[in-house]
């Protein structure tokens, strides 16, 4: 089951949702501790881009017992190795360990996916009885998109060039259970960038004032699943 959360510096929880500050802090709670298997760890590029800004690889080793990482990217993933980092190459919708892990864990990544089924099917082989499984994607209807659309009066806010798809909690949820896992627990974070306009700087700011009064229209969906 889904340990008990406490209360983040500057946030509340308000049922099931909690207005955590950022991502990092928001998946602490269930990978402190815990053998956990990353899926999608290089987030594009290996050092010349994560490390610089603070990769969440790093953040990972920081807080579990034991950290596996997984990726596509054979190029990274070694010179990640040459560096010193626990990543393998692998396909998300199809890579199975030869153990099994407390959690399975993949921020940003399902949105990614041509056949997320296929990684859903592939993350419940690799978690051990009782484990959980915890994604996070962008929010399809945080503040800073509904803005845009209605602002542009489009139909088609932007995304990054690799995204396939929208997830929303219900459809994450259906889409989870043909695969055996049980929601149990739906969040949200911000999450920070670099390299913005004042005028972008300034929406994500009040977008922020905004989602501490309703958390569900932060910029990041995070939700954990325990397998059945």
């Known amino acids: 089951m889904?340990?008990?959360l406490q209360p983040l510096e500057n946030a509340t929880l308000t049922g099931k949702i909690s207005p955590t500050s950022d991502l990092?802090?928001?998946?602490?709670?269930?990978?402190?501790?815990?053998?956990?298997?990353?899926i999608g760890s290089i987030n594009h590029v290996f050092l010349s881009n994560n490390r610089r800004r603070g990769w969440m690889f790093d953040f990972l080793l920081s807080q579990a017992a034991t950290v596996q990482g997984?990726?596509?990217?054979?190029d990274q993933v070694e010179r990640a190795n040459a560096?010193?980092?626990p990543i393998v190459h692998g396909d998300a919708e199809t890579y199975v360990a030869d153990r099994q892990y407390d959690v399975v864990l993949a921020t940003d990544l399902i949105e990614h996916l041509s056949k997320a089924g296929l990684f859903?099917?592939?993350?419940?082989?690799?978690?051990?009885?009782?484990?959980?499984l915890v994604l996070s994607t962008p929010n399809a209807f945080c503040f800073r998109e509904l803005f845009y659309v209605y602002s542009r009066w489009t139909n088609d806010p932007p995304v990054h060039a690799q995204h396939v798809c929208y997830y929303t909690p219900t459809t994450l949820k259906a889409l989870a259970a043909r695969y055996g896992f049980r929601e149990s627990g739906v969040f949200y974070a911000n999450v920070r960038y670099e390299r913005i306009t004042?005028?972008?700087r300034q929406l994500l700011a009040f977008s922020r004032l905004i989602s501490k009064l309703t958390p569900r229209f932060s910029q990041t969906l995070i939700m954990v699943f325990d397998s059945e």
């Open 24 to 38: 990092e802090a928001a998946i602490a709670h269930f990978i402190a501790g815990k053998d956990v298997l990353d």
């Open 120 to 132: 859903l099917a592939a993350a419940r082989k690799n978690l051990k009885p009782g484990g959980q």
């Open 198 to 200: 004042w005028m972008q």
């Open 2 to 4: 889904t340990p008990e």
């Open 70 to 74: 997984v990726d596509i990217e054979l």
């Open 83 to 85: 560096a010193g980092y």
